[in-house]
């Protein structure tokens, strides 16, 4: 018999994860800076399978069927995963290779009235991984279970902003 909590066994409830945030930029600039400027803002340390002094350049192929992908000083490339949707400036949906089994990242660019725009994010598909896969150590210690998607995306989200404000014109 187990000796894992009930809860654990039936394991449920995997609810998706989801951060946004609201920057004074106009939705078009806004979704440019989060696509063409992603090696830039993105903090890949700890956040990337090769760290910053393996990565040469972060591409993203923008078309359904296209990849985001890390390119290394020694010239291989890893995939963080594949473009399910593409729809600029509106947003983008893609695989998300780094958790094992492939889960899904939403992005919404909302345009807001008053000129500025909301990136509505959703990380989702967590029923897919088994128990092992949500524990397992991510880019933080804990992985989905003990709340390190949750710190890393709001991480991720608070260095986009931070881009996004420091391209104003």
């Known amino acids: 018999?187990?000796?894992?909590?009930?809860?654990?066994?039936?394991?449920?409830?995997?609810?998706?994860?989801?951060?946004?945030?609201?920057?004074?930029?106009?939705?078009?600039?806004?979704?440019r800076v989060f696509v063409d400027r992603l090696a830039e803002w993105w903090p890949l340390d700890p956040f990337s399978l090769g760290g910053s002094g393996r990565i040469a350049s972060v591409s993203v192929d923008g078309r359904v069927g296209g990849t985001i992908t890390e390119h290394w000083h020694d010239g291989s490339?890893?995939?963080?995963?594949?473009?399910?949707?593409?729809?600029?400036?509106?947003?983008l949906t893609m695989t998300w290779n780094v958790t094992g089994t492939p889960t899904e990242v939403e992005l919404r660019f909302v345009e807001l009235a008053e000129g500025g725009t909301r990136v509505d994010l959703e990380h989702r598909g967590w029923e897919r991984l088994s128990l092992e896969e949500l524990r397992a150590a991510c880019a933080l210690p804990g992985g989905?279970?003990?709340?390190?998607?949750?710190?890393?995306?709001a991480t991720i989200m608070g260095a986009f902003a931070d881009a996004v404000r420091e391209d104003a014109p």
């Open 144 to 153: 989905y279970s003990g709340g390190a998607f949750e710190r890393g995306w």
């Open 77 to 91: 490339a890893h995939d963080w995963g594949t473009l399910l949707a593409w729809d600029p400036p509106a947003g």
């Open 1 to 31: 018999m187990s000796t894992e909590p009930i809860a654990e066994i039936l394991d449920l409830a995997r609810p998706p994860i989801r951060r946004s945030t609201e920057v004074a930029a106009a939705r078009e600039r806004t979704f």
